[in-house]
């Protein structure tokens, strides 16, 4: 559209220079066509030009977001309050992500009848990779025990509340199925080194690291499709997340009542306790 409007003006401005060259007009005139056809053959010449060069540029495969994740969680809430199709994330606890969700009412309803599909993973409290992020991260293992069981319980708090508004919707035939999304919560067990975080198009990602903090290193933003950096962290999380089917704390998929895995949650936090009295 852009270099319609431009074009347009090259044309308008040749023609105002043609008109000023001719025998029958006054020379004040001459002068004023002169100058407005002379300025806008330039200034809409130099547009396009610009134009073709911003088009050429490659993109940049990914851009630093912030030097330390901690200063992420006001970006998070936003761009989760506005994604529209697809949310993912990937990362050690999600409680943060979870105690959000648990509070958006409009984001569960979207959930239920506006086709948004969110999948969340997080350590497994029972993988023996506990012991090695809490030394990365300078903790104890009991604290990140304490940050998996709030995860999880907020999980279970969320599929409550889900089922509840499923019942709700179902019973005053208020659910479309072509309308409905999907939530689910799964475990890993695989070696915690990279966080992702996913709204639509958008990719926010960093490493874990044995240098320091996973909230005190730096992010990276990728936009999904601009290069291959992008599709290899999707392809990351699509492979975790399927090896990780049998670890589901809730499920809701389009057309089926969400489903809380109860007696799996009773088993980790059994596990988890054991666990804990053990450190």
Not at 135 to 154: G, R
Not at 174 to 190: H, K, M, P, T
Not at 240 to 252: L, P, T
Request: proline share 2%; charged share 25%; net charge neutral.
């Amino acid at each position: 559209m852009n270099r319609t409007i431009n074009i347009i003006g090259i044309l308008a401005g040749v023609i105002f220079i043609l008109f000023a060259n001719l025998s029958f007009v006054n020379e004040f005139v001459s002068s004023l066509l002169m100058a407005l056809g002379t300025g806008l053959f330039a200034a809409c010449f130099v547009n396009i030009i610009l134009q073709v060069c911003k088009e050429k540029e490659p993109e940049e495969p990914m851009k630093l977001l912030t030097n330390e994740r901690i200063d992420l969680t006001k970006f998070y809430r936003k761009s989760r309050s506005q994604v529209r199709h697809h949310h993912d994330l990937l990362s050690i606890a999600v409680a943060g992500a979870l105690k959000d969700i648990s509070k958006d009412d409009h984001l569960l309803d979207r959930i239920l009848r506006d086709r948004l599909k969110v999948r969340l993973l997080f350590l497994n409290p029972l993988s023996g990779f506990v012991r090695q992020r809490a030394a990365e991260d300078q903790m104890t293992v009991a604290d990140v025990y304490k940050e998996l069981s709030a995860s999880i319980a907020l999980a279970v708090e969320i599929g409550g509340k889900l089922k509840a508004r499923y019942a709700e919707l179902k019973k005053s035939k208020l659910l479309n199925e072509a309308d409905e999304g999907s939530f689910e919560v799964r475990l890993y067990d695989g070696c915690p080194y990279l966080t992702i975080f996913r709204a639509d198009d958008e990719i926010v990602w960093g490493l874990y690291t044995a240098e320091k903090r996973g909230v005190n290193s730096a992010a990276f933003r990728s936009k999904k499709g601009d290069s291959a950096l992008s599709g290899q962290l999707e392809g990351h999380f699509n492979v975790i997340w399927e090896r990780s089917r049998s670890a589901c704390i809730v499920r809701y998929l389009e057309q089926n009542a969400p489903v809380v895995f109860d007696g799996f949650v009773e088993h980790l936090n059994a596990e988890i306790a054991r666990l804990s009295s053990q450190n």
